[in-house]
């Protein structure tokens, strides 16, 4: 914690009012409480404050979004595939469907397809449909320019803060 706090970066931004801070914070709650699933899998508590935070996070900035392919990704691998391969079909699939984690995957990312699309016929276009619109390779090719204009200007600009720490003289 005194290592985030005293980070120049954090200190120097923090009183700007922006979505960097909000999105941390449903971040990194988000992950605490899917680190406590780990220990309680029956909690439908957790499994509510999952996906209320979870969609805090993609709701507070559209990047949040890669939330769920970490959680889908991190279900994978929470998955005995060793144990998996023994199995018959039919025992496979039960196996899967009593993963906790595949069914929260699978719930989650059908609530946000759901949500995606009724926000888009409600409103017009929805974050994830502006997002794969910025994603297209001409528009990426386009701004590369602006990107490497400013990037050198950051990273050796005065006002940015370093440490000097040297490993011979601690």
């Known amino acids: 914690t005194f290592i985030f706090l005293s980070n120049p970066y954090f200190t120097v931004f923090a009183s700007l009012i922006m979505t960097e801070i909000p999105y941390l914070f449903w971040s990194l709650l988000a992950m605490y409480l899917v680190s406590r699933f780990e220990n309680n899998q029956n909690s ?26 970490a959680f889908a ?24 469907l009593r993963n906790n984690y595949i069914i929260l995957t699978i719930c989650l990312f059908i609530t946000l397809i759901l ?4 926000y888009g016929k409600l409103l017009g ?7 794969s619109k910025l994603l297209r390779p001409e528009i ?26 040297s490993p011979i003289n601690p």
Do not use: C, H
């Open 44 to 69: 439908n508590f957790l499994k509510l404050g999952i996906v209320l935070t979870f969609f805090m996070v993609y709701f507070t900035r559209a990047i949040g979004a890669g939330i769920f392919v």
């Open 115 to 118: 949500w995606q699309f009724f």
């Open 140 to 165: 990426f090719f386009e701004n590369l320019s602006a990107v490497w204009q400013v990037l050198p200007q950051n990273i050796f600009s005065d006002q940015v803060i370093r440490f000097n720490v």
């Open 73 to 96: 990704v991190y279900s994978l691998f929470k998955i005995n595939w060793s144990e998996l391969k023994q199995l018959s079909l039919k025992n496979k699939l039960n196996t899967l």
């Open 125 to 131: 276009g929805s974050q994830a449909g502006l997002l």
